[in-house]
């Protein structure tokens, strides 16, 4: 069976500073991986996907997550944070259907 | 691009009535889902649709709940009675293929159940 794990439902850093959401998953078999985000009122808009090429996942909006198999983790990153990237931030892994973490909330400090 | 869409974006409906939400998937996509967030919490799966019929339904997803295609555009998630429980976003979305390809999410339509 696959999952996501989200450590951290809120997460704050002042504007300019990195960007660090994590996400572990469980999976029996290789995963798929994706980070989604979700700005107020809106539908989930994929960021980045991992689908086994490389290791390293550049995303939308300066985003991108690295890939661990020895962690079993997935963690998104930006080395700079700007207000616009204030959102809920969604990751998820494929098996019969896609599997969500619980998100985890970003707060931008100016 | 092309993208999913719902309506309407907001249904407010009585309890014990029947609602239907609206979604027109991508043109060449072939796997239709639909999932619910209530305020504040995870985005839940509800069911999955492919080549006309069910291929996965939640817990969630119980007789209340019912999903067709009735035409080769459209795809619709009714709630036969509703329940103050129900009141949430729900989400439809695609995709062209399962495992490796992502999912293309509309904007939601807004459920509130008084």
């Known amino acids: 069976a696959q999952s996501v794990t989200q450590l951290g439902s809120h997460v704050s850093v002042s504007e300019g500073a990195l960007v660090l959401l994590r996400c572990n998953y469980s999976?029996?078999?290789?995963?798929?991986l994706f980070w989604y985000v979700q700005y107020p009122n809106q539908g989930l808009q994929l960021l980045l996907k991992?689908?086994?090429?490389?290791?390293l996942v550049k995303g939308i909006n300066g985003f991108e997550a690295e890939f661990k198999k020895s962690e079993t983790s997935f963690h998104l990153t930006k080395p700079s944070a700007h207000m616009s990237d204030a959102a809920e931030y969604f990751c998820?892994?494929?098996?019969?259907?896609?599997?969500f973490g619980t998100g985890t909330s970003l707060t931008v400090i100016p | 691009e092309p993208e999913v869409t719902q309506t309407p974006s907001h249904q407010v409906t009585q309890m014990g009535q029947e609602v239907i939400l609206r979604c027109v998937p991508i043109?060449?996509?072939?796997?239709f889902y639909w999932y619910r967030q209530i305020l504040g919490q995870k985005v839940e799966f509800l069911v999955s649709?492919?080549?006309?019929?069910?291929?996965?339904k939640s817990e969630i997803f119980d007789d209340q709940f019912s999903v067709e295609r009735p035409d080769g555009s459209n795809f619709t998630l009714k709630i036969r009675s509703t329940k103050l429980e129900d009141s949430a976003m729900y989400f439809c979305?695609?995709?062209?293929?399962?495992?490796?390809?992502?999912?293309?999410f509309g904007n939601g339509t807004r459920l509130t159940v008084t």
């Open positions: 043109s060449n996509h072939l796997y």
């Open positions: 998820a892994v494929t098996g019969n259907q896609f599997y």
């Open positions: 979305a695609s995709t062209d293929r399962v495992l490796d390809s992502p999912l293309h």
């Open positions: 999976s029996s078999v290789p995963p798929y």
């Open positions: 991992y689908t086994s090429a490389a290791t």
């Open positions: 649709f492919y080549n006309n019929e069910i291929s996965e």
